[in-house]
């Protein structure tokens, strides 16, 4: 871990407004993770774990408070300062693989290199440098369709990291995958962590995801209400993180 915040939230509010209902969904969040940290945030469904992840990560605007993400206001940005900071500062996995089925692996992973305007030559020598980093050198002409769940994820991964993010947000990344592939996909984030120094925030309801990271972040009701360091995972609080 290379020290020094990253991402700091503070006062973070969001509500939602269905019709006449209000929903607030985070409620005065104040959150800090070091440079090159891992960081799994858990908690019961409905708790506001993937809505902290998107507002942290600028795809879903503020009710209160701030975000910064090395040493930038995320949420004073406009919507087109805040994508193309995400494309040079962001990688994102998903429970759900949000492949494209009619593209190959290769064409996948570069697309997002692609749309940032990347030549198609270096696109293409830094997808297929991505591919064969997760273990799928040799994959590159293969379809979704004709990849196990667990391929598809490490194209994903691929695809999340081909920039060379300084931060990697997953939520829910071993979801569909079995225990075997997701132990498989842990080991593989968790190594790429450690290389690449990288900063990852993964949300899950997977204890053994979350005992992977260097802390876990318990939320209930909107709000942050424990903090879990490596050293106290085997303490009586764990077994009810979920």
Known sequence: MNGGSIIEAQELFKTYHTGKVEVDALRGVDLC????????????????????LNVLSGIDDITGGRVIIDGASLHTMTDKQRTRYRARKMGFVFQAYNLLPVLNAVENVELPLLMAH????????????????????????????????????????????????????????????????????????????????????????????????????????????????????????VAALT
Do not use: Y
């Open 33 to 52: 993770v070091r440079r090159g940290e891992m960081v799994a945030v858990m908690g019961p469904s409905g708790c506001g774990k993937t809505t902290l």
């Open 118 to 237: 990347v030549k198609a030559d270096q696109a293409r020598k830094m997808a297929e440098g991505a591919l064969a980093m997760v273990g799928l050198a040799g994959e590159e002409q293969k379809r979704p369709a004709e990849m196990s769940g667990g391929q598809q994820q490490r194209v994903t991964i691929a695809r999340a990291l081909v920039n060379e993010p300084a931060i990697v947000w997953a939520d829910e990344p071993t979801g569909n995958l079995d225990s075997e592939t997701s132990k498989e996909v842990m080991d593989l984030l968790c190594r790429l962590n450690k290389e690449k120094a990288q900063t990852f925030v993964l949300v899950t309801h997977d204890l053994a995801v979350g005992r992977r990271a260097d802390r876990i972040l318990r939320m209930a009701d909107g709000q942050i209400v424990e903090e879990l360091p490596m050293q106290a995972w085997s303490g009586p609080g």
